[in-house]
Structure formats: C-alpha cells, structure tokens
Nanobody, 127 residues
Framework: QLQLVESGGDLVQPGGSLRLSCEASEFIFNYYNIGWFRQAPGKEREGVACISERDNSSYYRDSVKGRFTISRDNAKNTVYLQMNSLKPEDTAVYYC????????????????????WGQGTQVTVSS
C-alpha cells in the first residue's frame, strides 16, 4: 500500500522548536521526491521544503530558510522536518507529499501537484 503518515504536530510557543516525521511506504521513499506542505485557515496550501530521493538535495520557501531543515532517514523510510525559531505565522496543518518525475523546486512551488498526500498534522505556534 502506497501511503504517507505524518506525526509530530503540537502546540508550541513562539521561538520554540518542533520536529515533524513522515513515514513513507518503501516504494514511495525509494523513488519519489518528498516534501512538506502547509495550509493555514483561509489560505492556499503552499510548499515548505522538498528533498530529492536521488541526491538528497533540498529546496525551501524563502520564509523558512535558515529556520527549517528537511532530511531523510533511509533506515526508517522517514522524512523529517526540523522546525526552529517558530513564529505564529507558521501555524498550519502540515502535510507530507510525494511526487514522481518533477524537480524539487517545481514540486515545492506546486507547479506539479504531488501524486500522494498524507493526512496532515496540526502545528500551532502561540503563547
């Protein structure tokens, strides 16, 4: 079964940190680029960070550069999103998604819509 399962969302204070996990089916993990997307209430879904299955290169949206880090753990078929210096504007439902045959920039910019999506995990940044 091809699937993505997110975990790690929580309520955190501004300036705090959180790590999200995305466990992927082995086939997806080995052949698909994987990324993190988010959707805040009343806003469109946007790409946050994406990572290549081929060479582990990564791409970030400007607003999270220097604060968020995406990484892959091959032994666990898991992609992580380490989020530091969190801001209230980072509050959203975060989704893990996978896309075949697209650059990670095109995937993150949603020029090409991902093929598979997880169910989402809520991140709330508030004091």
């Amino acid at each position: 079964q091809l699937q993505l399962v997110e975990s790690g969302g929580d309520l955190v204070q501004p300036g705090g940190s959180l790590r999200l996990s995305c466990e992927a089916s082995e086939f997806i993990f080995n052949y698909y680029n994987i990324g993190w997307f988010r959707q805040a209430p009343g806003k469109e879904r946007e790409g946050v960070a994406c990572i290549s299955e081929r060479d582990n290169s990564s791409y970030y949206r400007d607003s999270v550069k220097g604060r968020f880090t995406i990484s892959r753990d091959n032994a666990k078929n898991t992609v992580y999103l380490q989020m530091n210096s969190l801001k209230p504007e980072d509050t959203a439902v975060y989704y893990c998604a996978a896309r075949l045959r697209a650059s990670i920039q095109a995937m993150c910019d949603m020029t090409f819509v991902p093929d598979y999506w997880g169910q989402g995990t809520q991140v709330t940044v508030s004091s």
